[in-house]
């Protein structure tokens, strides 16, 4: 069964860390884009940043770029993003997706949630 | 950036109706849009990519159409289990941008 799962959500705040994990199972998550969503809550949807198959290209939002970092672990079939600087504005559930060839996001794991508050 | 909006931003409908969403876009994206469907507390779900494409699935009561900057997401005989929050997204350049949703209640 095809599967992402997050980890590494909490309580942080402003102006602390935290690294969220997504794991992928059942797919060869080097094979594809991967993307992290967030979600403010009672908000809609927004793209945070994605990382291409061989790990050549990252793409960040300018929300997040030079504050969140991504990375993956082939072995581990595991994308990882490093959150520094938090604001409270970060304050949303994330979503790890994977990248389907026509640009869309076919597998959604279930959301991590970061609160960013004193 | 790419604008996506979305209307209406919600709409209520009786079992049986047919329910039409719009999405459209601040510049052509071809066929780069996908649809997707939320419950609360839950993640996104493909219904739709390149426009029109329905994914393995999904009923076929929901279709897609559209292209360039005007998309529409069709729901025909709508069903109790459609209550869901329904966003776009265009994927034809970064960054990935999704419309405001559109919240369809029964």
């Known amino acids: 069964e095809v599967q992402l799962v997050e980890s590494g959500g909490g309580l942080v705040q402003p102006g602390g860390s935290l690294r969220l994990s997504c794991a992928a199972s059942?797919?060869?998550?080097?094979?594809?884009?991967m993307h992290w969503v967030r979600q403010a809550p009672g908000k809609g949807l927004v793209w945070v940043l994605s990382f291409n198959n061989d790990g050549s290209n990252r793409v960040y939002a300018d929300s997040v770029k030079g504050r969140f970092t991504v990375s993956g672990d082939n072995a581990k079939n595991t994308l990882y993003v490093q959150m520094n600087s938090l604001r409270a504005e970060d304050t949303a559930v994330y979503y790890c997706s994977r990248g389907a060839k026509d640009r869309t996001m076919d597998v959604w794991g279930q959301g991590t949630t970061v609160t960013v508050s004193s | 950036d790419i604008q996506m909006t979305q209307s209406p931003s919600s709409v209520s409908a009786s079992v049986g109706d047919r329910v039409t969403i719009t999405c459209r876009a601040s510049?052509?994206?071809?066929?780069?849009l996908a649809w997707y469907q939320q419950k609360p507390g839950k993640a996104p779900k493909l219904l739709i990519s390149a426009a029109s494409s329905l994914e393995s699935g999904v009923p076929s009561r929901f279709s897609g159409s559209g292209s360039g900057t005007d998309f529409t997401l069709t729901i025909n005989s709508l069903q109790p289990e459609d209550s869901a929050t329904y966003y776009c997204?265009?994927?034809?350049?970064?960054?990935?941008?999704f419309g405001g949703g559109t919240k369809v209640e029964i």
């Open positions: 510049q052509g994206i071809s066929s780069w």
């Open positions: 997204q265009q994927g034809n350049s970064f960054p990935f941008t």
């Open positions: 059942g797919f060869t998550f080097s094979s594809y884009w």
